[in-house]
């Protein structure tokens, strides 16, 4: 017979068996026991907290004739009835490949025929993988079901779900489980399979499961396969391809006293063994939040879950780090995964981080800081006075610049014409005016125009334009004159020539 993974074999098929969502349980059974079954619910949750679980379990309850503490009895006709492979009453549809509209049109339509035994009940699984128009199918029937239907919507994406199908469901958010509760539940199962285990190693597998009551049995069942019955804390490590405890303290020990050599070597001595960086980080990380919880915490062996020994030379650890430098290398190897994302040389990354943590820069650049300002409190204290350091002056534009900005940005905002008349023009600054002195009247007349564009909304006149650009670079007078300039040398011939002998000239 094929093995059957701890998963799928430890399955809960009562409400008792479940673990970490008693407040989802009691509602539940409370339902049953009181017979105020609703006809819709939404169970949403991250994967492996028991939302399928339930379903079915709640899908029998319902329909057992006898239920015990509101579960499903398993020996009742109907329960017996359920358990055959050819009965309807519990309908099960994975949305994620069956997600068409032709799909929920089939539901609609066998969902008027009576049920064998108390209820038809629709468990429909990562239901937000649905379609638009497959949700606008479903609404009217979940909305106005017949009485001996239930709908069981579950999902891991609940904002996916659109709000007219959750308004009309009952909704329950299930939790993460406890790594207490995993703990628990991870130890009875090898009591009953008689696998040895060290305490410890269970501790690690509820951690690496991270909720997940799923994922914990997972990885057990490799943890099995690998130990061969005997499952020690190293043996799991391996399995995690995480990074041993003593790598991890000689790592932090390194970066304590500044040894970048024997930082270096290390990180090349654990690529070498094929360990990843990004896993190193995390591990890193989780090392040093477990010192300063060592260092903070009375009852830090219950916090965190770690070996005797290795719970001993953290906390000894603890004496040579502070807690600032320790939420500095935190804050530090946090900040890699958003590197890691974006580049493929996660080892340099890496690298990097660790000698900067090493030579302890930032805490140099503080160090520096505080012994400037202790100086400067000493001299104060002994009747030295500090002067303030003397403010300079506002630096202001040359008045071309100043001109020439504004040409720029009336070209900037589609302002061409304008831009060309505000060329060769002459400008003058006084302490309170920037005067432009433009020759040309026609341009004189473009630049001071204050009149609006026909058949335009809400449109600036050129003056308005020129004066909002120039208020948000001075706060003086703007002046735009005409002044004509004549050239002398051109126009007293000109001039003779008109008027001849009758024009005298000095």
């Not at 020129?466 to 002046?479: A, H, P, R, T």
């Not at 735009?480 to 050239?487: D, L, M, W």
Request: glycine letters at 6%; one cysteine or more; charged letters at 25%.
């Amino acid at each position: 017979m094929a093995y059957t993974s701890l998963y799928r074999k430890y399955r809960p098929n009562t409400f008792s068996k479940v673990i970490g969502q008693d407040h989802v349980v009691k509602t539940l059974v409370n339902q049953i026991t009181s017979n105020t079954v609703g006809h819709a619910y939404v169970f949403t949750g991250t994967r492996g907290t028991g939302k399928t679980s339930v379903a079915k379990i709640f899908a029998k309850a319902v329909n057992c004739l006898e239920p015990v503490n509101g579960s499903p009895c398993g020996k009742c006709k109907n329960c017996l009835d359920l358990a055959l492979d050819g009965n309807f009453d519990i309908i099960e549809l994975d949305a994620a490949s069956n997600n068409g509209v032709d799909q929920i049109r089939d539901i609609v339509d066998q969902v008027n025929y009576n049920p064998i035994g108390k209820y038809k009940v629709y468990i429909i699984d990562e239901v937000h993988m649905l379609t638009k128009s497959a949700f606008n199918a479903l609404l009217k029937t979940l909305e106005e079901p017949p009485k001996h239907a239930i709908f069981i919507l579950a999902t891991t994406e609940v904002n996916m779900v659109p709000a007219t199908i959750l308004s009309r469901c009952l909704r329950f958010d299930f939790r993460l489980v406890s790594t207490k509760l995993l703990v628990e539940h991870v130890s009875k199962i090898f009591d009953e399979e008689t696998i040895k285990y060290e305490p410890a190693a269970v501790e690690l597998i509820a951690q690496a499961g991270k909720g997940s009551v799923r994922d914990t049995l997972s990885i057990a069942d490799m943890c099995i396969s690998y130990c061969m019955g005997d499952i020690t804390y190293n043996g799991v490590l391996e399995v995690l391809g995480a990074n041993d405890p003593e790598t991890i303290e000689r790592f932090i020990v390194n970066i304590i006293n500044g040894d970048l050599e024997g930082s270096l070597n290390l990180i090349d001595e654990l690529c070498a063994k094929g360990k990843s960086v990004t896993v190193l980080t995390q591990d890193l990380a989780e090392a040093i939040k477990n010192i300063i919880y060592i260092k903070l915490c009375k009852d830090a062996k219950n916090l965190v879950t770690l070996p005797t020994d290795v719970y001993t030379k953290y906390k000894e650890l603890g004496k040579s780090l502070t807690v600032q430098r320790g939420l500095q290398m935190i804050e530090k190897l946090n900040s890699l995964y958003a590197q890691y994302r974006i580049s493929t040389q996660h080892r340099i990354i890496f690298e990097s981080a660790i000698l900067s943590l090493a030579s302890n820069e930032a805490q140099n650049e503080v160090d520096l800081l505080k012994r400037k300002v202790a100086t400067l409190e000493k001299a104060v204290a002994g009747g030295v006075q500090v002067k303030a350091a003397p403010q300079q002056a506002k630096v202001q534009a040359p008045r071309v610049e100043v001109w020439s900005t504004i040409v720029k940005e009336l070209e900037r905002r589609g302002y061409g014409f304008l831009a060309l008349a505000a060329t060769d023009v002459e400008v003058e600054e006084t302490d309170s005016s920037f005067t432009v002195k433009v020759a040309d009247k026609s341009k004189y007349e473009m630049l001071t125009s204050t009149t609006k564009p026909v058949g335009t909304i809400n449109s600036k006149s050129n003056r308005e334009v020129i004066n909002e650009i120039f208020s948000g670079i001075s706060n003086k007078k703007l002046d735009i004159v005409c002044e004509v300039k004549v050239n002398k040398d051109t126009a007293l011939p000109y001039v003779k020539e008109m008027f001849g002998n009758r024009l005298n000239t000095k």
